[in-house]
Each structure stands twice: as C-alpha cells, then as structure tokens.
C-alpha cells in the first residue's frame, strides 16, 4: 500500500487495485487497520483499533480531506486512457 500521509504514528494511504470503489483509504498503526470512506468520512471497517483512535483518525482525515481526494483523483488519471479521453464516452 502505498503511503500517502504519515500523521501521529498513523500511515493513510490507499491500494491502485481499490481504484474501481468509491474513494477510500486504509489507515494502518501497529495491530491496526481501518477504511474510510473519502466523501464522507465515514468508517468502512476497522479492527485493532480502540474507539478514540478511531475518532482521532477521522479528524485528521477530516484536515487532510482534500489532499487525499486529491491523490484519489490523481490516481485514476494516471491509470486512465493517455490520450486523457475516456474510453466510451
């Protein structure tokens, strides 16, 4: 999984392979592992992880919202059609 963001011991970051879902990222520390969804910051899944680290972690997706949106979309674009023209359209 490549690390997008490393904030308080926490590592964000996403798998090219999870493209085809919506936006999301697996946040990892220690025995820990959670999903979020991106455009609404809500918990996918998680184990490992107590429920205030995992209110800790939502906010510092919050502050980073758009940042790691960002890295999503620019994600894609690289995986996408070169040409920057969609297939099917």
């Not at 392979?17 to 592992?33: I, K, T, Y």
């Not at 979020?36 to 809500?42: G, N, R, S, V």
């Not at 510092?60 to 995986?79: F, G, T, Y």
């Amino acid at each position: 999984m490549p690390t997008i963001l490393r904030v308080r011991g926490f590592r964000i970051g996403f798998y090219q392979a999870d493209l085809q879902e919506p936006p999301h990222v697996h946040v990892r520390r220690q025995a820990g592992d959670a999903k979020f969804w991106l455009d609404t910051m809500k918990l996918a899944d998680a184990r490992g992880f107590a429920d205030h680290e995992l209110r800790e972690i939502a906010r510092i997706l919050v502050a980073h919202q758009d940042a790691l949106l960002a890295a999503w979309q620019s994600e894609e674009k690289n995986r996408g059609d070169s040409s920057g023209e969609n297939p099917g359209s």
